[in-house]
Nanobody
Framework: QVQLAESGGKLVQAGDSLTLSCAASGQSFNNYVMGWFRQPPGKEREFVAAIVLGAATIIYNDSMKGRFTISRDDAKNAVSLQMKSLQREDTGVYYC??????????????????WGQGTQVTVSS
């Protein structure tokens, strides 16, 4: 089992950059696929990015590719999401998620077993 805690969310201006962090506690972090999701106001939770064991595979939501970068540090049990050129549409609660083992559909909410509490990102114009 793993516990997740996000941090780094805040109010920023359009065009700014921001890095979110997720600290994981528990065993065998390097066995987990890690993902970032977000939930805009009034909308469903959506996939942002995922990174599998040892960063062998990284996938992004196509609409965010090029602006967002996911990375993991297995030695520190941490995963990060670097975001640049933020837009108002990036506003939402950002969640870190984990699932044990590699499998299909790692861009789906239902594929993840563990979730953090979320961190709020607000982009103002």
């Amino acid at each position: 089992q793993v516990q997740l805690a996000e941090s780094g969310g805040k109010l920023v201006q359009a065009g700014d950059s921001l890095t979110l962090s997720c600290a994981a506690s528990g065993q065998s972090f390097n066995n987990y696929v890690m993902g970032w999701f977000r939930q805009p106001p009034g909308k469903e939770r959506e996939f942002v990015a995922a990174i599998v064991l040892g960063a062998a595979t990284i996938i992004y939501n196509d609409s965010m590719k090029g602006r967002f970068t996911i990375s993991r540090d297995d030695a520190k049990n941490a995963v990060s999401l670097q975001m640049k050129s933020l837009q108002r549409e990036d506003t939402g609660v950002y969640y870190c998620a984990a699932r044990e083992g590699v499998g299909s559909a790692i861009d789906r909410v239902e594929s993840y077993d563990y979730w953090g509490q979320g961190t709020q990102v607000t982009v103002s114009s």
